[in-house]
Protein backbone atom coordinates (compact mmCIF):
# COMPACT_ATOMS: atom_id res chain seq x y z
CA UNK A 1 0.00 0.00 0.00
CA UNK A 2 1.11 3.32 -1.07
CA UNK A 3 1.52 6.60 1.44
CA UNK A 4 -0.99 8.13 -1.16
CA UNK A 5 -3.25 4.83 -1.32
CA UNK A 6 -3.36 5.40 2.96
CA UNK A 7 -4.24 8.93 2.99
CA UNK A 8 -6.74 8.85 0.97
CA UNK A 9 -8.75 6.47 2.58
CA UNK A 10 -7.98 8.47 5.93
CA UNK A 11 -9.76 11.05 4.21
CA UNK A 12 -12.42 9.11 3.00
CA UNK A 13 -13.18 7.83 6.35
CA UNK A 14 -15.51 8.65 9.18
CA UNK A 15 -12.85 9.55 11.82
CA UNK A 16 -12.97 12.90 13.82
CA UNK A 17 -10.40 15.38 12.17
CA UNK A 18 -8.06 14.86 15.26
CA UNK A 19 -7.96 11.17 14.54
CA UNK A 20 -7.07 12.05 10.88
CA UNK A 21 -4.81 14.48 11.54
CA UNK A 22 -3.08 12.06 14.02
CA UNK A 23 -2.43 9.46 10.99
CA UNK A 24 -1.33 11.85 8.60
CA UNK A 25 1.20 12.86 11.33
CA UNK A 26 2.31 9.20 12.03
CA UNK A 27 2.35 8.67 7.94
CA UNK A 28 5.34 11.06 7.69
CA UNK A 29 7.31 9.26 9.96
CA UNK A 30 6.41 5.79 8.18
CA UNK A 31 8.23 3.77 5.61
CA UNK A 32 6.19 2.59 2.53
CA UNK A 33 5.10 0.79 1.61
CA UNK A 34 5.36 -1.37 4.75
CA UNK A 35 3.52 1.77 6.34
CA UNK A 36 5.42 0.99 9.57
CA UNK A 37 7.28 4.10 11.44
CA UNK A 38 11.70 2.78 11.44
CA UNK A 39 12.82 1.47 14.44
CA UNK A 40 15.83 4.26 14.55
CA UNK A 41 13.60 7.00 13.45
CA UNK A 42 9.90 5.90 15.00
CA UNK A 43 8.87 9.05 17.05
CA UNK A 44 8.52 9.43 20.67
CA UNK A 45 5.60 10.70 22.38
CA UNK A 46 7.37 13.55 23.15
CA UNK A 47 7.96 13.73 19.10
CA UNK A 48 4.31 13.25 18.28
CA UNK A 49 2.97 15.83 20.58
CA UNK A 50 5.41 18.01 18.99
CA UNK A 51 4.86 17.52 15.55
CA UNK A 52 1.06 16.91 16.31
CA UNK A 53 0.27 19.69 18.60
CA UNK A 54 -1.76 18.08 20.97
CA UNK A 55 -1.38 17.49 24.40
CA UNK A 56 0.07 13.78 26.01
CA UNK A 57 -3.14 12.91 27.56
CA UNK A 58 -5.32 14.21 23.68
CA UNK A 59 -2.52 12.07 21.74
CA UNK A 60 -2.79 9.13 23.94
CA UNK A 61 -6.77 8.74 23.32
CA UNK A 62 -6.68 9.04 19.61
CA UNK A 63 -3.63 6.51 19.39
CA UNK A 64 -6.55 4.39 21.58
CA UNK A 65 -9.38 5.01 19.56
CA UNK A 66 -7.37 4.74 16.44
CA UNK A 67 -5.71 1.46 17.88
CA UNK A 68 -9.87 0.37 18.83
CA UNK A 69 -10.78 1.16 15.30
CA UNK A 70 -8.05 -0.95 13.73
CA UNK A 71 -6.30 2.02 11.67
CA UNK A 72 -3.35 1.45 13.37
CA UNK A 73 -1.06 -1.76 14.95
CA UNK A 74 1.61 -0.61 18.32
CA UNK A 75 4.19 -2.70 18.41
CA UNK A 76 5.37 -2.21 22.41
CA UNK A 77 9.19 -3.25 22.88
CA UNK A 78 9.51 -5.99 25.71
CA UNK A 79 10.49 -3.71 29.20
CA UNK A 80 13.86 -5.00 29.15
CA UNK A 81 14.78 -3.49 25.18
CA UNK A 82 13.35 -0.46 26.32
CA UNK A 83 15.04 0.14 29.41
CA UNK A 84 18.60 -0.91 28.03
CA UNK A 85 17.69 -0.50 24.71
CA UNK A 86 15.58 2.89 24.44
CA UNK A 87 13.55 1.11 22.23
CA UNK A 88 10.28 2.80 21.20
CA UNK A 89 6.97 2.04 20.49
CA UNK A 90 6.61 1.37 16.97
CA UNK A 91 3.28 2.04 14.58
CA UNK A 92 1.76 0.25 11.55
CA UNK A 93 -0.56 1.94 9.61
CA UNK A 94 -3.35 -0.32 7.92
CA UNK A 95 -6.66 0.75 6.44
CA UNK A 96 -9.45 -1.24 7.92
CA UNK A 97 -10.83 -4.20 6.08
CA UNK A 98 -14.50 -2.42 7.50
CA UNK A 99 -13.67 0.94 8.82
CA UNK A 100 -17.15 1.87 9.70
CA UNK A 101 -17.29 -1.56 12.10
CA UNK A 102 -14.45 -0.78 13.43
CA UNK A 103 -15.23 3.07 14.20
CA UNK A 104 -18.94 1.71 15.12
CA UNK A 105 -17.01 -0.77 17.31
CA UNK A 106 -14.56 2.15 19.08
CA UNK A 107 -18.27 4.20 19.57
CA UNK A 108 -19.61 1.05 21.40
CA UNK A 109 -16.66 1.08 23.83
CA UNK A 110 -16.89 5.10 24.50
CA UNK A 111 -20.34 4.20 25.28
CA UNK A 112 -19.35 1.74 27.88
CA UNK A 113 -16.90 3.78 29.09
CA UNK A 114 -19.50 6.67 29.64
CA UNK A 115 -21.87 4.43 31.24
CA UNK A 116 -19.34 2.32 33.68
CA UNK A 117 -20.09 3.42 37.32
CA UNK A 118 -23.04 5.69 36.55
CA UNK A 119 -26.21 4.58 38.66
CA UNK A 120 -29.21 3.17 36.58
CA UNK A 121 -32.23 4.64 35.46
CA UNK A 122 -33.77 6.67 32.73
CA UNK A 123 -31.53 9.89 33.33
CA UNK A 124 -28.42 8.46 33.82
CA UNK A 125 -28.99 6.61 30.86
CA UNK A 126 -29.77 9.68 28.81
CA UNK A 127 -26.98 11.24 30.30
CA UNK A 128 -24.36 8.71 29.13
CA UNK A 129 -25.89 8.22 25.73
CA UNK A 130 -25.36 12.29 25.28
CA UNK A 131 -21.94 12.60 26.42
CA UNK A 132 -20.80 9.03 24.18
CA UNK A 133 -21.87 10.92 21.17
CA UNK A 134 -20.54 14.06 22.00
CA UNK A 135 -17.38 12.43 20.86
CA UNK A 136 -13.77 11.65 23.34
CA UNK A 137 -13.13 15.84 22.51
CA UNK A 138 -16.89 16.77 23.41
CA UNK A 139 -18.77 15.86 26.90
CA UNK A 140 -22.26 17.64 27.42
CA UNK A 141 -22.79 19.18 30.72
CA UNK A 142 -26.46 20.54 31.27
CA UNK A 143 -27.64 21.52 27.69
CA UNK A 144 -24.44 23.10 26.82
CA UNK A 145 -21.37 21.27 25.05
CA UNK A 146 -17.77 22.13 26.92
CA UNK A 147 -15.08 20.97 25.02
CA UNK A 148 -13.01 21.06 28.58
CA UNK A 149 -15.14 18.97 30.90
CA UNK A 150 -14.65 15.50 31.44
CA UNK A 151 -10.93 15.09 31.75
CA UNK A 152 -8.00 16.48 33.40
CA UNK A 153 -5.97 19.61 31.94
CA UNK A 154 -3.27 18.43 29.58
CA UNK A 155 0.07 19.89 32.09
CA UNK A 156 2.70 18.35 29.88
CA UNK A 157 1.46 21.42 26.97
CA UNK A 158 -0.50 24.37 27.93
CA UNK A 159 -3.43 24.64 25.27
CA UNK A 160 -4.48 28.13 23.85
CA UNK A 161 -7.55 29.58 25.64
CA UNK A 162 -10.38 29.75 22.87
CA UNK A 163 -10.14 32.91 21.35
CA UNK A 164 -6.45 33.83 21.52
CA UNK A 165 -3.80 33.18 18.87
CA UNK A 166 -3.00 29.58 17.14
CA UNK A 167 -1.94 30.29 13.64
CA UNK A 168 1.79 31.33 13.36
CA UNK A 169 0.23 34.97 11.73
CA UNK A 170 -1.84 35.45 14.65
CA UNK A 171 0.33 35.18 17.10
CA UNK A 172 2.92 37.41 15.31
CA UNK A 173 0.50 39.88 15.37
CA UNK A 174 -0.45 39.70 18.62
CA UNK A 175 2.94 40.10 19.70
CA UNK A 176 4.16 42.67 17.01
CA UNK A 177 2.79 45.75 15.08
CA UNK A 178 2.94 43.36 12.02
CA UNK A 179 0.18 43.74 9.54
CA UNK A 180 -1.23 40.78 7.63
CA UNK A 181 0.70 40.82 4.73
CA UNK A 182 3.80 41.40 7.65
CA UNK A 183 2.80 38.28 9.53
CA UNK A 184 2.66 36.08 7.05
CA UNK A 185 5.92 37.29 5.40
CA UNK A 186 7.34 36.98 8.90
CA UNK A 187 5.78 33.15 9.14
CA UNK A 188 7.62 32.21 5.82
CA UNK A 189 10.88 33.56 6.60
CA UNK A 190 11.32 31.73 10.14
CA UNK A 191 9.91 28.55 8.47
CA UNK A 192 12.38 28.71 5.45
CA UNK A 193 14.93 29.62 7.67
CA UNK A 194 14.41 27.44 11.33
CA UNK A 195 12.14 24.25 9.34
CA UNK A 196 10.23 23.87 13.09
CA UNK A 197 8.07 20.87 12.86
CA UNK A 198 5.51 22.69 14.94
CA UNK A 199 5.54 26.75 13.46
CA UNK A 200 3.00 27.68 16.12
CA UNK A 201 4.73 26.33 19.00
CA UNK A 202 8.47 27.47 17.92
CA UNK A 203 6.59 31.28 17.15
CA UNK A 204 5.02 31.06 20.85
CA UNK A 205 8.60 30.01 22.32
CA UNK A 206 9.62 33.00 19.92
CA UNK A 207 7.74 35.36 21.16
CA UNK A 208 8.08 34.39 24.91
CA UNK A 209 11.47 35.05 23.95
CA UNK A 210 11.04 38.38 22.70
CA UNK A 211 12.20 37.83 19.50
CA UNK A 212 9.59 38.08 17.09
CA UNK A 213 10.30 41.85 17.02
CA UNK A 214 13.41 41.04 15.20
CA UNK A 215 12.48 38.93 12.65
CA UNK A 216 9.62 41.60 12.14
CA UNK A 217 12.82 44.00 11.35
CA UNK A 218 14.68 42.22 9.11
CA UNK A 219 11.21 41.73 6.81
CA UNK A 220 10.64 45.84 7.05
CA UNK A 221 14.39 46.17 5.60
CA UNK A 222 14.25 43.40 2.88
CA UNK A 223 10.92 45.67 2.11
CA UNK A 224 12.89 48.65 1.78
CA UNK A 225 16.04 47.63 0.12
CA UNK A 226 13.14 46.19 -2.55
CA UNK A 227 11.25 49.51 -2.45
CA UNK A 228 14.55 51.54 -3.06
CA UNK A 229 16.11 48.99 -5.85
CA UNK A 230 12.76 49.80 -7.61
CA UNK A 231 12.81 52.71 -7.44
CA UNK A 232 16.17 53.40 -8.84
CA UNK A 233 15.37 51.37 -11.85
CA UNK A 234 12.10 53.39 -12.61
CA UNK A 235 14.42 56.66 -12.50
CA UNK A 236 17.27 55.01 -14.76
CA UNK A 237 14.06 54.53 -17.11
CA UNK A 238 13.02 58.08 -16.60
CA UNK A 239 14.21 60.92 -18.96
CA UNK A 240 17.95 61.62 -19.88
CA UNK A 241 19.19 64.60 -18.48
CA UNK A 242 21.02 67.66 -20.06
CA UNK A 243 24.14 65.90 -19.72
CA UNK A 244 22.34 62.79 -21.31
CA UNK A 245 22.14 60.49 -18.69
CA UNK A 246 18.58 58.41 -18.40
CA UNK A 247 17.20 59.35 -15.42
CA UNK A 248 20.18 61.84 -14.49
CA UNK A 249 18.16 64.83 -12.84
CA UNK A 250 15.23 62.47 -10.78
CA UNK A 251 14.04 64.06 -8.15
CA UNK A 252 14.66 61.08 -5.91
CA UNK A 253 17.40 58.99 -7.37
CA UNK A 254 19.39 61.39 -9.55
CA UNK A 255 21.76 59.31 -11.78
CA UNK A 256 23.64 62.15 -13.08
CA UNK A 257 27.10 62.66 -10.95
CA UNK A 258 26.87 66.09 -12.57
CA UNK A 259 23.37 66.93 -12.09
CA UNK A 260 23.75 65.93 -8.02
CA UNK A 261 26.28 68.21 -7.56
CA UNK A 262 24.36 71.37 -9.18
CA UNK A 263 21.71 70.29 -6.82
CA UNK A 264 24.16 69.97 -3.81
CA UNK A 265 25.26 73.62 -4.51
CA UNK A 266 22.53 74.99 -4.91
CA UNK A 267 21.14 73.49 -1.93
Known amino acids: MSRWEFERAVLGSGLPPPARHLLHVLAVFADWPAGTTPAAHTPSLSRLTESSGYGRSTLARHLNTLERAGWLVRMRPAVAAARAKKERTRYRLVVPASPGDGLAASAEDGLASATEGLETGPTSAIAALASAKAGPDMVQSGTSASATAGHKPDLARPQPAYGQPRTPEQLIRKHTDADDEEAAEVAALIQREKHPDNPAA ?20 AR ?44
Open 202 to 221: FMRKLANDGELPDWLNRVRQ
Open 224 to 267: DRAGRSAAIDRARRSPECEHGTPGGNHPDYPQCALCRRARQASA
